[in-house]
């Protein structure tokens, strides 16, 4: 098991109720890390909040829509009065359509644009831009955007989601070229296919809804197989390291090797 030493260090990771974003907590939370927690559903970031606390952090959980920047500017304002600082900014939060929103470009709805667009691209420019300024104050800070290989190769019928993460991973770029001066580095992860509770119901498990979806995109992975939450959580370990102190504006790309090689059509 990987092993950084974040002890003393606080760490907003937003979207942390369940999936990537929880593993991102727990791998933080297990490598010395205080925790401020946000996500929009308050039940289950309570529940996530209290497993973690369990680990003998200090833990607080922010319920807020982070498309909303009254709300962002509010829960800002929560965590440091509650922790004094952020070290660390994952802004992990984002949101697809359902299959039945899935749409080409000539029949899409501008509901679900703006609503995708909101959360993927809007929400990671409200948090950043309500907790950089304690970074550049303090003179250090990791920041890590969680996009998709979504914003690196076109994905069928998603223009709001390719879109949105597209403009994740070149607003990563940007805010490295801004905020490394102030000793603020600023990097990006993009995942492939990842196995979370939702994707397990749709794709991978016995009862899943596109089983044959499933086998057309595991054909393009040269592993074979999805991701796991915690391999994602351990390339954001790495990145909020002190060992990656002269790497910033870089999208790592967590993907199985899918990208290297093409990828699958049918998406």
């Given amino acids: 098991?990987?092993?950084?030493?974040?002890?003393?260090?606080?760490?907003?990771?937003?979207?942390?109720?369940?999936?990537?974003?929880?593993?991102?907590?727990?791998?933080?939370?297990?490598?010395?890390?205080?925790?401020?927690?946000?996500?929009?559903?308050?039940?289950?970031?309570?529940?996530?909040a209290k497993g973690l606390a369990a680990t003998g952090r200090n833990v607080a959980p922010f319920v807020a829509d982070i498309g909303d920047a009254a709300q962002v500017r509010q829960m800002a304002e929560g965590v440091i009065k509650r922790f004094g600082r952020v070290d660390i900014l994952v802004n992990n939060a984002g949101i697809n359509l359902p299959r039945e929103g899935r749409q080409p470009i000539h029949q899409y709805h501008d509901e679900n644009w703006h609503k995708v667009l909101r959360t993927d691209l809007d929400g990671t420019y409200l948090v950043s831009r309500a907790i950089t300024p304690h970074m550049v104050a303090a003179k250090k800070g990791k920041v890590v955007n969680i996009a998709s290989v979504a914003g690196l190769v076109p994905l069928r019928l998603q223009t709001a989601f390719v879109s949105a993460k597209a403009g994740v991973v070149n607003l990563t770029r940007s805010m490295a070229l801004e905020l490394a001066p102030h000793n603020v580095n600023v990097n990006c992860i993009a995942p492939g296919s990842t196995l979370t509770e939702g994707t397990k119901q749709l794709f991978y498990s016995d009862k899943a809804e596109y089983q044959e979806q499933a086998k057309s995109l595991l054909a393009h992975i040269p592993m074979?197989?999805?991701?796991?939450?915690?391999?994602?959580?351990?390339?954001?370990?790495?990145?909020?390291?002190?060992?990656?102190?002269?790497?910033?504006?870089?999208?790592?790309?967590?993907?199985?090797?899918?990208?290297?090689?093409?990828?699958?059509?049918?998406?």
């Fill in 1 to 48: 098991m990987m092993k950084v030493e974040l002890s003393g260090r606080v760490a907003l990771v937003t979207g942390a109720a369940r999936g990537i974003g929880k593993s991102i907590a727990t791998v933080l939370a297990q490598n010395g890390a205080d925790l401020a927690l946000n996500d929009i559903n308050g039940a289950e970031l309570e529940q996530t």
């Fill in 224 to 267: 074979g197989r999805p991701a796991t939450t915690d391999e994602i959580a351990y390339a954001v370990l790495f990145l909020v390291s002190d060992e990656a102190g002269y790497i910033t504006g870089v999208t790592l790309v967590v993907d199985g090797g899918w990208t290297a090689g093409g990828y699958a059509r049918d998406f």
